[in-house]
């Protein structure tokens, strides 16, 4: 009977820290929210994915420690520009030119090339968000989540 109560008492805590949490995300005036939260310039600095139960962090290559995601507003519409380095030195550059998002309230939409992508996303902090989706890892299909960092 002590354990049960117990581990309703640490639900009920784990509950209430993780609305106090979204509750100081909601009302910070430094953590913006929607589409003026994401405009300006992110670096790409972290991939995480699970293994298991376990949380794992992606050693990342030289070039991709320069990857750029950059969001700006045109005329009333929010385009995205995702930027790439490749090479020996990491000296090549590749852009995705400007792209037509839509930013929702836990996904941003937009078409890259001839590919339709549905990207989830979580905000962590006023300057750190990530991307979430599922793509093979080490020979298993994984949950991943790239870190972008503001600039």
Known sequence: M?????????????????QQKNKLLANNPKVKTGIEYFLGNWKFVEKNYNDGAEKKIYTLHECMKLYTWKFERINDEIYLTKNYFT??????????????????ENSISYTD????????????SHNKF????SDILNGKVREIEDVYERQ
């Open 2 to 18: 002590k354990k049960l109560i117990a581990l309703i008492l640490l639900l009920l805590m784990m509950n209430c820290h993780s």
């Open 87 to 104: 090479g020996k030195d990491c000296s090549m550059k590749s852009s995705s030119g400007k792209i037509l998002v839509k930013i929702d």
């Open 113 to 124: 090339v001839d590919l339709f992508r549905n990207e989830k996303y979580k905000i962590i």
């Open 130 to 133: 990530v991307i979430i989706y």
